[in-house]
T-cell receptor
Framework: ETGVTQTPRHLVMGMTNKKSLKCEQHLGHNAMYWYKQSAKKPLELMFVYNFKEQTENNSVPSRFSPECPNSSHLFLHLHTLQPEDSALYLC???????????FGPGTRLTVL | GQQVMQIPQYQHVQEGEDFTTYCNSSTTLSNIQWYKQRPGGHPVFLIQLVKSGEVKKQKRLTFQFGEAKKNSSLHITATQTTDVGTYFCAGNSGGSNYKLTFGKGTLLTVNP
């Protein structure tokens, strides 16, 4: 499945680093999402973009900064993260906000 | 806010045995979606149920949506080792305040 791609697939960063996660969808969808998946926790929705506009921010700390330059691309900028931010970060897209979501392979993030 | 509870959290079966996971929502749902995540993989959409009392089948998988549209189940008949993974339900609240809330998932392991 290559409809939704994410880079990098793995990332190790220090607490003072700045990095960005990239997501690209090739499905012509209008909505894109960032999720965090930690061990023993459910999928946590972080941000929702609909037609490039952010429509949802689920109380995510400001050290996570999303960017959606167009309907096909979504970024998650990371700075001064904490070790507890280590997790699998999943990007997803859907045709409309109410539709089935298609997930990317995720970025496995480790914060040292 | 909307909560989606899923049980059991873990289930280990012998190959050939049946398996069922249950999903309960604190609110009436517009529809419910089921996803499967293989170990090391990402969630992949399986099916969406919309109508009250709806039952859908995919080979050995049977999905049901409760009459009150607040609960759902996924039943696998005669499990195989390829069924291993985490099964998530996701409830859609619908309406203008659309929100897809994922359950914690049920991790299924199958002993060959």
């Amino acid at each position: 499945e290559t409809g939704v791609t994410q880079t990098p697939r793995h990332l190790v960063m220090g607490m003072t680093n700045k990095k960005s996660l990239k997501c690209e969808q090739h499905l012509g969808h209008n909505a894109m999402y960032w999720y965090k998946q930690s061990a023993k926790k459910p999928l946590e929705l972080m941000f929702v973009y609909n037609f490039k506009e952010q429509t949802e921010n689920n109380s995510v700390p400001s050290r996570f900064s999303p960017e959606c330059p167009n309907s096909s691309h979504l970024f998650l900028h990371l700075h001064t993260l904490q070790p507890e931010d280590s997790a699998l970060y999943l990007c997803a897209s859907s045709q409309w906000r109410t539709d089935t979501q298609y997930f990317g392979p995720g970025t496995r993030l480790t914060v040292l | 806010g909307q909560q989606v509870m899923q049980i059991p959290q873990y289930q280990h079966v012998q190959e050939g045995e049946d398996f069922t996971t249950y999903c309960n929502s604190s609110t009436t749902l517009s529809n419910i979606q089921w996803y499967k995540q293989r170990p090391g993989g990402h969630p992949v959409f399986l099916i969406q149920l919309v109508k009250s009392g709806e039952v859908k089948k995919q080979k050995r998988l049977t999905f049901q949506f409760g009459e009150a549209k607040k609960n759902s189940s996924l039943h696998i008949t005669a499990t195989q080792t390829t069924d291993v993974g985490t099964y998530f339900c996701a409830g859609n609240s619908g309406g203008s305040n659309y929100k897809l809330t994922f359950g914690k998932g049920t991790l299924l392991t199958v002993n060959p």
